[in-house]
């Protein structure tokens, strides 16, 4: 399973991105979906996961109201929609996938993950 992420870039605070993981190797429509990302100096941290069909999201409280995960299985791709983006927001966002129907939550839930995009919020 091959997984890569795009759309990372630089932006103000309050600004927006859309982040795309584009999914190759593996029946898509049977894997959940997840994001995490990794500022510097601390660790990876859960942002949003999403269940194999969609019906389904979670999102970390730190980005409720404010991300919103989608995936177009036709395309075997996963977005990440940012709104009102915080300089808190910036890191490294991964890309991972869980071959399960259900949400996860944790990095060892997760069977793999992709290169990350990097994202950076200015003041």
């Known amino acids: 399973v091959q997984l890569q992420a795009s759309g990372g870039g630089s932006v103000q605070a309050g600004g927006s991105l859309r982040l795309s993981c584009a999914a190759s190797g593996c029946t898509f429509g049977r894997y959940s979906m997840g994001w995490f990302r990794q500022a510097p100096g601390k660790e990876r941290e859960f942002v949003v996961a999403?269940?194999?069909?969609?019906?389904?999201?979670r999102y970390a409280d730190s980005v409720k109201g404010r991300f919103t995960i989608s995936r177009d299985n036709a395309k075997t791709t996963v977005y990440l929609q940012m709104n009102s983006l915080k300089p808190g927001d910036t890191a490294v966002y991964y890309c991972l996938a869980r071959n399960s129907p259900f949400i996860a939550t944790t990095l060892g839930e997760y069977d793999y993950w992709g290169q990350g995009t990097l994202v950076t919020v200015s003041s």
């Open positions: 999403i269940s194999w069909s969609g019906g389904s999201t």
